[in-house]
């Protein structure tokens, strides 16, 4: 079985002397549960592995009782450490602070069991961790899988991967394409929104995020202002609701709307987001065509290359110190934008062969100091080379 590099990450940490709470997040069907699962048949500790995401509610009481049972399963075995993994854990009210209780008590202990927490919803997660956790934590993002980990788990083309995206559930199916478009809509999206979103979260307004999503998925790829955004909503909401649902749907590893580059953090957050699916399997699943349809439309087609070379860059800046952006200025326009201590990556992207100018490339250079300039794509790097590379070799 395909073991992620998170895996690896984890087996490691488990393997130090330091104790410190290991938190996987991000969205559904990203593999953080079979981690754990390959951790449990890799390593020899006694391990305790439940999930809160049952239909039967949970409160801390529960947490106490795994806790416990943890506790003693270690002291039965009369190893040294032992492991314990809370699944779904945001699904708890007030879970952080009976968490730092108990990971307290057992420090003074000098007992030796090792946590792992996994939630599907990293900004309920990420809430949890910096209101009590401070210190004792280590955050490992589980993001939605690279095109190199689809090729080698499922042998998925680079046209396939463009296409169908990064979902390791749902590539079996990708021979049957309405399985796979009933799958991706009814396991994947209305599971994460109403379990994730919904449940977890006060939304006044759900059919406005509903079809904050559809619209989202359908202009992937593209800037649009909040104002537009709500007028092809027709809804009389706000931006600054729209803005939460954005980033609500953004958490929850849907839909991004990604900030314009002006080299000023209050215009960052002031500017019009370029939306942007965190998984190109979403706006396949909502464009309703077939593969071969998408393809023989060139700029259909080109618009789900960016998607996937965005979803890329999005997913592989989680957890590091590199910012994701676009630029927009004079009519002219920079796809994506990636800034690490001031240094700056501009990338354009091309779906054809066609020679073309890039004349927002040209003036976005002007105007701020690009290290350096990529074409993906078209005559410039090949996507499927590009897709492969680490985000932080574009640095190097």
Not at 111 to 123: Q, T
Not at 252 to 260: C, D, I, Q, R, T
Not at 299 to 328: C, M, P, Q
Request: overall charge neutral.
């Amino acid at each position: 079985m395909y073991k992620r590099p998170t895996y690896h990450t984890l087996l490691s940490r488990l393997q130090e002397q330091r104790r410190f709470i290991q938190v996987l997040a991000g969205p559904r069907q990203t593999g953080k549960t079979t981690i754990t699962r390959q951790i449990m048949d890799t390593i020899v500790i006694p391990a305790h592995y439940v999930s809160a995401d049952e239909p039967l509610l949970k409160d801390t009481t529960w947490i106490e009782q795994q806790w416990q049972t943890a506790r003693l399963k270690l002291a039965g075995s009369k190893m040294e450490k032992g492991v314990l993994i809370l699944d779904e854990i945001q699904k708890i009210p007030h879970w952080s602070e009976t968490v730092k209780r108990l990971w307290d008590h057992d420090s003074n202990e000098t007992l030796s069991l090792h946590v792992i927490l996994l939630g599907s919803s990293p900004l309920l997660v990420g809430q949890g961790l910096s209101e009590s956790l401070a210190g004792r934590f280590e955050l490992l993002p589980v993001m939605h899988w690279s095109f190199y980990e689809m090729k080698e788990a499922f042998g998925v083309t680079i046209d396939e991967y463009i296409f169908y995206g990064g979902y390791p559930g749902s590539a079996p199916l990708i021979q049957d394409p309405l399985r796979w478009r009933r799958y991706i809509m009814d396991s994947l999206v209305e599971t994460t929104i109403s379990r994730d979103i919904l449940l977890m979260t006060r939304v006044d307004k759900p059919a406005l995020l509903r079809r904050l999503f559809e619209l989202g998925c359908l202009y992937s790829g593209q800037m649009l202002s909040y104002q537009k955004i709500l007028g092809q909503l027709h809804d009389a909401g706000n931006t600054t609701t729209l803005a939460h649902y954005l980033e609500l749907l953004g958490g929850a590893g849907l839909l991004s709307g990604l900030p314009k580059y002006a080299g000023q953090h209050f215009r960052k957050r002031a500017s019009s987001p370029k939306l942007l699916c965190m998984n190109s399997a979403l706006m396949a699943a909502l464009e309703g065509k077939d593969m071969q349809e998408v393809m023989d439309n060139p700029t259909l087609w080109g618009r789900f290359v960016e998607t996937a070379i965005g979803a890329h860059l999005a997913n592989s800046v989680k957890g590091t110190d590199i910012d994701l952006y676009y630029w927009a200025g004079k009519n002219l326009e920079v796809d994506y934008v990636l800034v690490k201590n001031d240094r700056i990556v501009a990338i354009e992207v091309k779906s054809h062969r066609k020679k073309t100018a890039l004349p927002g490339m040209a003036e976005f250079s002007r105007q701020f100091h690009v290290e350096k300039k990529l074409l993906v794509g078209g005559d410039g790097m090949d996507i499927e080379v590009f897709l492969k590379l680490p985000v932080s070799e574009l640095f190097e």
